[in-house]
Antibody, heavy 118, light 109 residues
């Protein structure tokens, strides 16, 4: 079964850090572009970051540029999001999503909740 | 950055109705548009990619059309399982990002 499973969410104070992980299974992870997407409580979807299949190309939304770092380990079939200098407005469910056909998001994880609060 | 708008923001409909949702881009995105369905507490589900290509396993009552800056998602005969929020998304606009529209909630009339 093709599957993405996120982990690493939790409660963190403003200014703190958190590292999210996304474990992939059921497909050749190293062949696919990957993304992080977030959704604040009661709000819409916001694309956060993109990484190419090899990891050589990376993009970020302006809202997280300079604070978040996306990475992947193809040997471990895993995607990561290092989040530093967290703000209250970063509070959201974070999803990892597989990119296909020029990066439409065809497979999504179940999401992991990140709450930034003192 | 490319901005996406959707209309309406909320749509009340009955089972069996034909439903159309419109998505507009602030500049041409060719056919690089996807549609997603999301139910409360669940991850989004890809319905349509490249404006009009039906994702595998998605019922044929869903269809997409458009190119350039104006796109539509049509549900030919609304089913009980279709009450959800629908998002459009522009993609393949490296490095400008992959912007989602604000969403259209389809609820029961």
């Amino acid at each position: 079964e093709v599957q993405l499973v996120e982990s690493g969410g939790g409660l963190v104070q403003p200014g703190g850090s958190l590292r999210l992980s996304c474990a992939a299974s059921g497909f050749t992870f190293s062949s696919y572009e990957m993304n992080w997407v977030r959704q604040a409580p009661g709000k819409g979807l916001e694309w956060v970051s993109y990484i190419s299949s090899s990891g050589s190309t990376i993009y970020y939304a302006d809202s997280v540029k300079g604070r978040f770092t996306i990475s992947r380990d193809n040997a471990k079939n895993s995607l990561y999001l290092q989040m530093n200098s967290l703000r209250a407005e970063d509070t959201a469910v974070y999803y990892c999503a597989r990119g296909v056909a020029a990066n439409a998001f065809d497979i999504w994880g179940q999401g992991t909740m990140v709450t930034v609060s003192s | 950055d490319i901005q996406m708008t959707q209309s309406p923001s909320t749509l009340s409909a009955s089972v069996g109705d034909r439903v159309t949702i419109t998505c507009r881009a602030s500049q041409s995105i060719s056919s690089w548009l996807a549609w997603y369905q999301q139910k409360p507490g669940k991850a989004p589900k890809l319905l349509i990619y490249k404006a009009s290509s039906l994702e595998s396993g998605v019922p044929s009552r869903f269809s997409g059309s458009g190119s350039g800056t104006e796109f539509t998602l049509t549900i030919s005969s609304l089913q009980p399982d279709d009450f959800a929020t629908y998002y459009c998304q522009q993609y393949n606009s490296y490095p400008r990002g992959f912007t989602f529209g604000p969403g259209t909630k389809v609820d029961i009339k």
